[in-house]
């Protein structure tokens, strides 16, 4: 099942996707706030049942798409995961032995068909498209073999940066990955009934009808199991958590000119199996 986050009449909800049209599960249940909430009390399962019966009370273009989960406790994001993505720093590196993970605020995402800000503070905003676990329920220090029984499904990012702000500290990156909106999530979440989160699933970004990343998780140096085993053994993973697993080679930094995004660039992310999330760049003005 496609579950997702919405306003409708400026009304924020929760839902569930039947053909092209929301059923409003918010409406039906006042007792469960969000789909964080949803997950949290294991009630996923009881909910797409009764969306599948349900007639839908809103088409897709009635709404405003929000992140799927607007709560999450923790947005957790690995960095250079794909092989050929360590291979385009041209460093000489050996694979790394561990993962790189950093942090994204909820502010500095945006949901499908909403517009991505590119800040005044610089020209160099980036795309990286990417594959997002949603974790289903608590766990510390999570076996690889039983890591799949801790999602609760997929769903796509956009995970945007700002590059020049990424190099303003000598150990971090958290400045160019949180400007106000520069990233986005969704377009929904799939359930892992749907699709198989442990599968080879592929991922591919095209911006203005261009083809600028693709490639399959079969080719991550820390394959989904492993990043949800060792994440949980510093992290509390819970309910709603965000995990985005990493981006494939082709961001626009990578050119030779760099391919930064400008205003009215249309930015789309497509994993079969979960959908496209789609995005037009907006100039900020201050």
């Known amino acids: 099942m496609k579950f997702?986050?919405?306003?409708?009449?400026?009304?924020?909800?929760?839902?569930?996707?039947?053909?092209?049209?929301?059923?409003?599960?918010?409406?039906?249940?006042?007792?469960?706030?969000d789909l964080r909430h949803a997950i949290h009390d294991d009630r996923l399962n009881a909910l797409a049942s009764e969306a599948t019966s349900a007639i839908a009370d809103y088409?897709?273009?009635?709404?405003?798409?929000?992140?799927?989960?607007?709560?999450?406790?923790?947005?957790?994001?690995?960095?250079?995961?794909y092989a050929k993505r360590?291979?385009?720093?041209?460093?000489?590196?050996?694979?790394p032995k561990f993962p790189s993970v950093f942090m994204r605020s909820r502010e500095s995402l945006t949901g499908h068909e909403q517009s991505l800000m590119d800040p005044p503070e610089?020209?160099?905003?980036?795309?990286?498209?990417?594959?997002?676990?949603v974790i289903g329920k608590d766990g510390r220090r999570i076996k690889e073999s039983e890591a799949h029984k801790y999602v609760a499904g997929l769903t796509i990012m956009n995970e945007g940066s700002v590059r020049d702000w990424l190099r303003h500290a000598k150990f971090n990156v958290t400045q160019g990955k949180n400007f106000e909106r520069s990233g986005s999530i969704g377009p929904w979440l799939v359930t892992t009934d749907e699709l198989d989160p442990m599968g080879e699933l592929s991922l591919r970004t095209v911006v203005n009808g261009e083809e600028r990343q693709n490639d399959k998780t079969g080719n991550l140096m820390f394959p989904f199991r492993y990043l949800i085993s060792y994440l949980s053994k510093f992290y509390r993973l819970k309910p709603g958590d965000i995990i985005a697993t990493g981006t494939p080679n082709g961001a626009g930094a990578r050119f030779e000119p760099p391919k930064y995004l400008k205003h009215d660039d249309v930015v789309e992310v497509e994993v079969p199996g979960i959908g496209i999330l789609r995005n037009r760049v907006k100039t900020e003005i201050i």
Not at 23 to 33: A, N
Not at 59 to 81: H, Q, R, T
Not at 125 to 131: N, T
């Open 86 to 95: 360590n291979t385009e720093y041209k460093d000489g590196s050996d694979r």
């Open 4 to 33: 997702l986050t919405f306003k409708y009449n400026n009304k924020t909800s929760f839902g569930a996707v039947l053909n092209d049209g929301v059923v409003d599960l918010g409406k039906r249940h006042s007792d469960i706030t």
């Open 122 to 133: 610089s020209n160099q905003l980036d795309y990286e498209g990417e594959i997002v676990i």
């Open 59 to 81: 088409s897709l273009d009635d709404i405003v798409f929000l992140p799927p989960i607007i709560n999450p406790e923790k947005i957790i994001c690995i960095g250079v995961n």
